[in-house]
């Protein structure tokens, strides 16, 4: 059950993936995840106007504020498939609820893969008892690695809290790897804690660690028609209701995981050798600094100067001067990591341009920005975009 | 004087290009264009808030609508480089004025290159005296040369027209190729034009055509902070004041050669191997058939599935759901050049698909995407997104 220390399961959750032929390879692609007691349920979804059809029913079904259950495949997005994907996925959802015996309508359900393709209700049929029979508490891990579609290694992350006195824990899992640049969520995220709480406070908790976390990453700018994070907590702590001083705790807890899933969709975005924090301090609004990190998070020409390891500040200038904020040319100072490469709006030449591309052959490393414009600032935290990347969006269905 | 049949003199212009030792490879990288009469001159520069000096200084001077020469240089932007770089800008022109013996005032500059260098003024101060003796009628293909930096190859149009009669010549020279999305202008393009036509009829000619041409092209969604379009018409063609029916007819000469130069940027974008026209049409307002045709355009994930040849269209649906626009995702109809792959929101199927395959292999094709909102429509031209244009970009600069 525990591996290298790290708790791969929560109170009163089972899971288990299995390969259902939905992926070309054979290899696990459908998932379930059960929770013994109704859960409180709460979720966050692609702000795309084209939606896929799994988006679509959770939505309507994450209203009802419980859920018993979260059915997950990777290899078809039922995207762009119109009423018979609506039909599909609520299809698949029928079928879960009578081997489990529990109401299709408290079965959340999240796809990835490629858009456009129905998803084939034969290989659901088939494959279906099977996983329902294998549902076990150590099968979280299974699921985390069944959505997988081209990310390289599986994403889950856990944090031990106590709330009055009970211990209870918080485990996300994740897949990201494209098409990321959530304007509300992002591609598949999946956080079950058996802490007992109200559903207003785990709603409001999801709502704002999911600004500070998957809102604030991209990996080349694209937003899912499939975004989804849900979160469900099924009470099985036992913990009494809790206090604010146990909401606090839960909210740190909670955007630990999420913060950390983040970070590794970044980590294994498409094609990505180096994970990049643009921070940019001193705007002069809220959104200038947003605006500002974006515009330099999801330069085509900054990315690849940061794969060529290049602190080509000239291309950081140019994003920052498109990003409509209020800037002053000659205000701008500019760092890697400690290193500052721009003063005032000018180069702080060679040597610093070599101490800098030094700290750039680390894995991970920041770009700071001080506009001097005033008291605001944001984070995005980017990848770099590589001849990985094209490879493998260049033939991606092939 | 005429190669290929192509002519590429303008009655009263001059020109030459020299290696003056910007470039690291000895190639020619400084141009002067002179006019034996002062021209009518209007300009268009980048709406990037960092602005290169020698931009700074041509808005400046460009206010005089006169001109009499046009300095220009690759290999060194002068862009991040503050007062200093103001004054070698100015300097520049100095030398110029004095060897032409004409006002600084009236010579216009324009730089490319790497950002953040300050221009070598000794390399200027050398150049020149030989680059003024050098001034030839046939000197223009030197110039459409010495401006291109990651170019493959030189851009240049000339249209023939008549005005009340007297025939007159459009030659318009670019470069482009990366940091092109132009947001007011191009990088650098130089029109020259013997016509004798007022000031504002020139201006308002300019601006009219660049936002059907140089403005409707991208390659990277980079804004550089050097774009800059300059027309000079120095009048030499003698003809009497143009009618309406004239200055249509300039208007439409001017427009094919700032179309033909703006589509050649695009097809030599950095690493591209296809020119595709995003059509959008049946938008609701202007603005929603420019923003669903740019967030198409500009989406590295449609880019790298035109470079796989991939009628990728869920990619497409999913960069129209992110644009901002109204849409309804069942109303969409999409095509490669005639065949039509997406019919209200779903798929045509897989022969459909292999047809669409088939255009792409073409290194011209469109997409059309009818939204049925409404009668408002607009096309973007863009390029694919290649391992060519990674490794052009990750190591520019070394």
């Known amino acids: 059950m525990e591996k290298q ?5 929560v109170n009163g959750f089972k899971a ?4 259902a032929g939905l992926k070309k390879d054979d290899a696990p692609d459908l998932a ?3 929770s013994e ?3 409180v349920a709460a979720g966050v979804f692609t702000t795309n106007k084209v939606k896929a059809a799994p988006v679509i029913v959770s939505q309507e079904r994450i209203n009802r504020k ?3 259950a979260i059915l997950a495949n990777a290899g078809c997005a039922n995207a762009c498939t119109g009423r018979q994907g609506l039909e599909a996925a609520r299809g698949t959802t ?4 009578r081997h489990l015996n529990i109401p299709a309508e408290e079965i959340l359900v999240a796809s990835t893969g490629v858009i456009g393709q129905l998803p084939n209700m034969q290989l659901f049929e088939k494959a279906l008892p099977g996983l329902v029979d294998k549902l076990s508490p150590d099968g979280i891990p299974h699921v985390a690695r069944a959505i997988m579609t081209t990310d390289s290694f599986p994403k889950m992350v856990f944090y031990p809290e106590k709330a009055g006195g009970t211990a209870y824990g918080i485990l996300g899992i994740a897949k990201g790897a494209g098409m990321i640049m959530p304007n509300m969520a992002t591609m598949l995220s999946f956080i079950l804690t058996d802490i007992q709480i109200d559903h207003e406070s785990l709603r409001s908790a999801l709502g704002d660690c999911v600004k500070s976390t998957f809102n604030r990453i991209t990996v080349d700018g694209d937003t899912s028609t499939n975004d989804t994070v849900f979160v469900l907590a099924n009470g099985m702590a036992g913990n009494q209701s809790p206090t604010e001083r146990d909401l606090a705790g839960f909210r740190e807890g909670l955007q630990f995981v999420m913060g950390e899933l983040a970070r590794m969709i970044v980590k294994d975005g498409e094609g990505a050798t180096k994970v990049i924090r643009i921070e940019v301090k001193g705007a002069h609004s809220a959104s200038d600094a947003e605006n500002a990190a974006r515009a330099v998070a999801n330069s085509s020409l900054v990315k690849t100067a940061f794969y060529g390891q290049d602190p080509n500040w000239g291309r950081i200038m140019a994003g920052l001067g498109r990003a409509g904020i209020r800037m002053q040319e000659e205000e701008v100072d500019i760092w890697i990591d400690e290193v500052q490469i721009v003063g005032g709006g000018l180069g702080k030449g060679f040597e610093a341009e070599q101490k800098a591309a030094q700290k750039m052959t680390n894995r991970e490393f920041s770009v700071v920005i001080d506009l001097h414009q005033g008291l605001f600032q944001d984070a995005i935290i980017t990848c770099d975009l590589t001849h990985d990347y094209v490879s493998i969006n260049a033939h991606y269905r092939t």
Chains 1, 2 share one sequence.
Do not use: C, E, T
Request: hydrophobic content about 60%.
């Open 32 to 34: 379930l995840i059960f």
């Open 37 to 39: 007691r109704r859960a």
């Open 66 to 68: 419980y859920a018993r």
């Open 16 to 19: 288990w993936a299995v390969a």
């Open 5 to 9: 220390g790290i708790r791969q399961r």
């Open 94 to 97: 029928d079928l879960v609820a």
